[in-house]
């Protein structure tokens, strides 16, 4: 039977309003409410669905951060996967690097399936799982809303600009899950307790022997551009007129 | 010297506007060659357009039966080896090339920069983080190729007039047969497209019901708009997937946005923020998209919309 490996991100959590330090070297994040990356959430959901079906055997959750991201596992854990791997690293790892690490752990587990996120709702860069499906040369489906797993195939509808597209891999792939694949579950106490006892291998980056180096240098943050406040109009009929003013109507 | 390479968009024999947004990009690094690749089992309708593009020297055609859907697990390794030659690769920060770029980038072996909205120099650009509340400035390597993705939302689509020469390329690469495209639903509307339309109307939670929704259609149809819609009007059902507009959806750049009976929440926000005219409706007058729009309305859509809707058509 098949194995799943799923990727979850630490991050700010999405009902943090964020904010830029006033120096600009980053975004406030002491004391900062920290979750798993909300697609990251739908991605496991999505693997543990397919494993309650008997499309899989195990379920592999890994992360790659500091130490504290084991919380962020063990929650994943209570979720219902069945193992942990923690990819211990204090610096911050480019998706480029995150994909080789994952790739390493592929050799090392050999999964039909890697389900990860679209993007991290930090630095949105929506990149890892196709890059992960170029250096492991296997099918990339991104943005799945649907997976139908069909023995050695997997049918995955994905949200297009133009709509839904619908392609067909063969397995082992990579998916990378969309908003609306599924609503995940939620923790329940006795879940979150036995997830204590479950399996959470701690690994440091250097020992994958993976090159972690960012090759991107950030020298900024910024507030975004603040939209100057416009003019309250009373009725229908000095709406049109400012329209029909400002040349629009 | 700069050499850019663009990945055209395209569909059904046409260009796709996001295209033409990537050249302005390219266009702000100084003194760069620009040329497009079209990607595509014909390619000569579109090539003839790219080479339309202001500022484009050269069309590559690369094609192949394989391009016929732009499947990235086989365009990837072509246009990875048509960059041979270039500094540069950028594609449109649509789903088009969100899904393709990447993949490009790590068959050469760099990372990739998502969604420039700024230029500074070849090498340094700007970018949005954490659904826009942040920009960021990012240096990329000299020393390496850089792939990036362009933010459509943030640049206007280059004129046409330009000549550039179309002409075949060599992109041999080994094609995968381990994806294969099975079919794309299109909702065919007869409306403008939300991603390059001129004006927008969108709705919110506040419409209540998909068929209460259909005043949204009716008020866009009257402008001549595309219709969008909140996330949480999507996940309500009141509205198709396709049409969110925000931070998960589709961000988009018109001179005229609509917003009725949305609160404006800040991944709402990030999709609409380049927007030229925001008008908002809304009962709440207190709702944070009365901090973002141009002219705001506090009232009942219910009542609101038939009186505009008559307003436009006397």
Redo the contacts between chains.
């Keep these: 039977m098949s194995k799943i490996l799923v990727g979850l991100k630490r991050v ?1 959590d999405y009902n943090v ?4 330090k006033p120096d600009g070297t980053g ?1 406030v994040t002491d004391g900062v409410k920290m979750s798993i990356n909300p697609f990251d959430e739908i991605a496991l959901e999505e693997a543990l669905r397919i494993k309650e079906k008997g499309g899989a055997s195990e379920v592999i959750v890994v992360s790659i951060g500091p130490g504290d991201t084991q919380q962020q596992l063990r929650t994943g854990l209570a979720m219902g996967a069945d193992r942990a791997i923690l990819v211990q690293t204090d610096t911050q790892v ?3 690097a995150a ?1 080789r690490v994952f790739l390493k752990l592929i050799e090392k587990e050999s999964p039909q399936l890697v389900i990860l996120g679209k993007q991290g ?15 492991w ?7 799945a ?1 649907k997976v139908e797993l069909d023995g050695a195939k997997a ?1 995955v509808t ?13 397995l082992p ?1 990579v998916i990378t899950s ?3 694949l599924n609503e995940p579950r939620y923790v329940k106490l006795p879940d979150i307790m036995k997830a204590k006892k479950k399996q959470l291998d701690t690994i440091a980056i250097a020992d994958l022997g993976v090159d972690a180096s960012a ?11 603040a ?1 100057s ?12 007129a ?2 029909k003013q ?1 040349g ?2 | 010297m700069a050499k850019i390479l663009i990945v055209a968009e395209h569909a059904n024999g046409k260009l796709n506007p996001a295209t033409a947004k990537c050249v302005t990009c390219a266009t702000q690094i100084q003194g760069a060659q620009i040329d497009v690749a079209v990607l595509a089992d014909d390619a000569g309708a579109v090539a003839t357009q790219a080479a339309a593009i202001q500022g484009v020297k050269r069309v590559l055609k690369i094609e192949n039966a394989a391009n016929k859907e732009p499947l990235a697990a086989v365009l990837a390794p072509q246009v990875a080896a048509a960059a041979a030659d270039y500094t540069h690769v950028f594609g449109p920060s649509t789903t088009f090339g969100k899904d393709l770029m990447p993949r490009v980038a790590a068959l050469l072996g760099v990372g990739q920069l998502s969604d420039i909205m700024a230029v500074e120099s070849a090498h340094k650009f700007r970018r949005p983080v954490y659904a826009g509340n942040a920009v960021i400035t990012v240096e990329a390597p000299q020393d390496k190729k850089l792939v990036a993705t362009v933010r459509t939302a943030s640049f206007q689509p280059a004129g046409s007039g330009g000549s550039g020469s179309v002409e075949a390329a060599n992109a041999k690469a080994e094609l995968p047969t381990h994806t294969r495209f099975v079919s794309r639903s299109a909702a065919a509307t007869g409306r403008p497209d939300l991603q390059t339309a001129s004006r927008v109307v969108s709705g919110g939670r506040a419409l209540g019901s998909a068929d209460n929704f259909k005043i949204i259609y009716s008020l866009a149809d009257k402008l001549g708009a595309a219709v969008g819609a909140s996330r949480a009007a999507v996940d309500a059902g009141y509205a198709a997937n396709d049409l969110q507009v925000g931070q998960t959806g589709k961000i988009i750049a018109p001179e005229l946005y609509v917003a009725i009976g949305i609160s404006g929440a800040i991944q709402h926000l990030t999709g609409i923020k380049d927007a030229r005219t925001i008008v908002a409706i809304n009962k709440d007058g207190e709702a944070p998209i009365f901090e973002v729009a141009d002219l705001g309305l506090v009232g009942d859509l219910f009542t609101v919309l038939p009186e505009l809707e008559k307003a436009l058509s006397g």
């Design positions: 700010v309003r964020v904010r830029v975004v480019e998706p480029l994909a709702i930090d630095d949105d860069n929506n990149q890892t799982g196709q890059m992960l499906a170029a250096l040369n296997r099918p990339q489906a991104t943005f809303s049918k994905r949200e297009v600009d133009a709509g839904l597209e619908t392609i067909e891999v063969d792939a969309d908003l609306r090759q991107f240098k950030t020298t900024n943050y910024a507030p975004p551009a939209r406040k416009g003019i309250m109009v009373k009725d229908v009929a000095e709406l049109v400012a329209l400002k629009l109507l």
